[in-house]
């Protein structure tokens, strides 16, 4: 039996699962999603890349903050994340 707690946050409105202690990054990883942003010169995709804070590949805005590392930033329940 497995003693992991999940909740839902949003990402863009719709719901994605989180298993407690998971970055926003690796719940984005876990449903699938790869890319969320793009860069200002050339519009490239970026997501994960590093996964341990150095590259900030994942910058995502959370509850209306300004953009932080989504490999770093621990899910909470009712965290609403907006991708650019
Ligand atoms: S993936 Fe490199 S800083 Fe988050």
Do not use: K, Y
């Amino acid at each position: 039996m497995s003693s992991d707690v999940s909740f839902d946050i949003t990402v863009d409105g719709r719901p994605v699962p989180v298993v407690t202690g998971q970055t926003i990054g690796a719940a984005l990883h876990a449903a699938g999603v790869r890319s969320w942003r793009t860069t200002r010169f050339g519009g490239r995709q970026r997501g994960l890349f590093c996964g341990i804070g150095v590259c900030f590949d994942c910058l995502i805005s959370v509850n209306g903050r300004e953009p932080e590392r989504a490999c770093l930033l621990e899910a909470s329940p009712g965290d609403e994340v907006t991708t650019a």
